[in-house]
Nanobody, 117 residues
């Protein structure tokens, strides 16, 4: 059974940092694209960042320069380092995996990030 489990969310003040981790199990994701999405209350889920199996990275425009995505294929994990956080970054953050960008098949349950002003 494939599982993606996020951790690292929490409450932080504006300008602060958080590091989200996602541990994958049930299969090897070394050739998969791994990504992060988020959904704020009353809004649609949006793309945050992704990393391909050869570590090409992609970011949403509003996150570029503040967020950094990385992966460890040996540990089947993907990490999202979030710096210079803003209250608008408050959302439920989801980890996802798929064979390529735009085709995410597996999703985690999410971890809450709350940024206070």
């Amino acid at each position: 059974q494939v599982q993606l489990v996020e951790s690292g969310g929490g409450l932080v003040q504006a300008g602060g940092s958080l590091r989200l981790s996602c541990a994958a199990s049930g299969r090897t994701f070394s050739t998969y694209t791994l990504g992060w999405f988020r959904q704020a209350p009353g809004k649609e889920r949006e793309f945050v960042a992704s990393i391909t199996w050869i570590s090409n990275t992609y970011y949403a425009a509003s996150m570029k320069g503040r967020f950094t995505i990385s992966r460890d294929n040996a540990k089947n994990t993907v990490v999202l380092q979030m710096d210079s956080l803003k209250p608008d970054d408050t959302a439920l953050y989801y980890c996802a995996a798929g064979p390529r960008q735009g085709e995410f098949q597996y999703w985690g349950q999410g971890t809450q990030v709350t940024v206070s002003s």
